[in-house]
T-cell receptor
Framework: DVKVTQSSRYLVKRTGEKVFLECVQD?????MFWYRQDPGLGLRLIYF???????EKGDIPEGYSVSREKKERFSLILESASTNQTSMYLC??????????FGPGTRLTVL | AQSVSQHNHHVILSEAASLELGCNYS??????LFWYVQYPGQHLQLLLK??????LVKGIKGFEAEFIKSKFSFNLRKPSVQWSDTAEYFC??????????????FGRGTQLTVWP
């Protein structure tokens, strides 16, 4: 079974802090994705990566950056956390245009 | 802009009722289509998918969906829902079929509540 793991289930940070969210997949997938999930808004794509060191902006990249130094790991970085970044963050991976496999999510609260 | 529309934000049914959740997308090309489900407190998981072939696809837990190309629709159905089907359902579309990128466009989700 494909497994996508995220470093934390719950995270509480203060405004202005730098936040790192880590995601690891174990199926050698080229593609990895970061979404945020908010009630009534569904899943919105922040960034995705199709190869090591490659990244593409999604629909809402402002305030975020990403890093993919190894194929299995994709990190989301909030350079200076703000309260409007309080959300559920979901990581996913896929092989080409096949289904995406999701991690359990990280619920981030920024105070 | 590409978009995926789910018509119902919240659906409330009694057990044994039939379910149909609508999904439409705005793109004229060839697509891959997915329905995902998120049970309370759990991660998103695939319910079913359509890539090609028979437009009526069957998924897990008795769900099925029909792709109607002329209507740009991929509606999810279940003849008789159970309390355990209470969850949020997301329709997703891959507009880059055959490419390596695999980006999905998601609808806003439909919350299904089933009363026992």
């Amino acid at each position: 079974d494909v497994k996508v793991t995220q470093s934390s289930r719950y995270l509480v940070k203060r405004t202005g802090e730098k936040v790192f969210l880590e995601c690891v997949q174990d199926m050698d997938h080229e593609n990895m994705f970061w979404y945020r999930q908010d009630p009534g808004l569904g899943l919105r794509l922040i960034y995705f990566s199709y190869d090591v060191k490659m990244k593409e902006k999604g629909d809402i990249p402002e305030g975020y950056s990403v890093s993919r130094e190894k194929k299995e790991r994709f990190s989301l970085i909030l350079e200076s956390a703000s309260t409007n970044q309080t959300s559920m963050y979901l990581c996913a991976s896929s092989f080409r245009d096949n289904e995406q496999f999701f991690g359990p999510g990280t619920r981030l609260t920024v105070l | 802009a590409q978009s995926v529309s789910q018509h119902n934000h919240h659906v409330i049914l009694s057990e044994a009722a039939s379910l149909e959740l609508g999904c439409n997308y705005s793109y004229g090309g060839t697509v891959n289509l997915f329905w995902y489900v998120q049970y309370p407190g759990q991660h998103l998981q695939l319910l079913l998918k359509y890539f090609s072939g028979d437009p009526l696809v069957k998924g897990i837990k008795g769900f099925e969906a029909e792709f109607i190309k002329s209507k740009f629709s991929f509606n999810l159905r279940k003849p008789s829902v159970q309390w355990s089907d209470t969850a949020e359902y997301f329709c997703a579309v891959n507009l880059d079929r055959g490419s390596t990128l695999g980006r999905l466009y998601f609808g806003r989700g439909t919350q299904l509540t089933v009363w026992p």
